[in-house]
């Protein structure tokens, strides 16, 4: 394995690391969901630092153990995945994290909480809920952890650790 790849590899662990060891404390419910903005703000980090199939791969992996955890509801899938997908792509044809931060929130906020409610949900858990909760909800998670990947962002930046 390159350096290269072993640098991937590592970043992407730490961020799957702090989205779990993270959710028990920033994860509250929201009728069948259990809403995380660490999971945005890992989505953000993932899509800036690695890139969008990594920023998905971390996501999957995130909501598979707060599954296992009892953290999280199988909606973190969707939740995660889809906003973690559009920041990065957001961030690979522009490279503004500003546009990341829009992916996000747009995948996650309106695209996912859309999927969740009209298809994932009924057909997968077999449970329904109120699509403007489900979307207002998303929105606030996805907003909290956006507004704090940005700001880490900067901080790295400023650091010297990053360039943007």
Known sequence: MSKVQTRLVAQAVVLVAIGVALA??????????KVNPTQHFVNVLGAVLLGPWWAVANAAIIGAIRNALGVGTPLAFPGGMIGAFLSGYAYRYTRNIFAAAAGEVVGTGIIAALFSGLIFAPVVMNKTMALSVLVLSFLLSTLIGTIVALIALRGLQAAGIIEL
């Open 24 to 33: 028990p404390l920033t994860s509250f419910p929201v009728g069948i969901a």
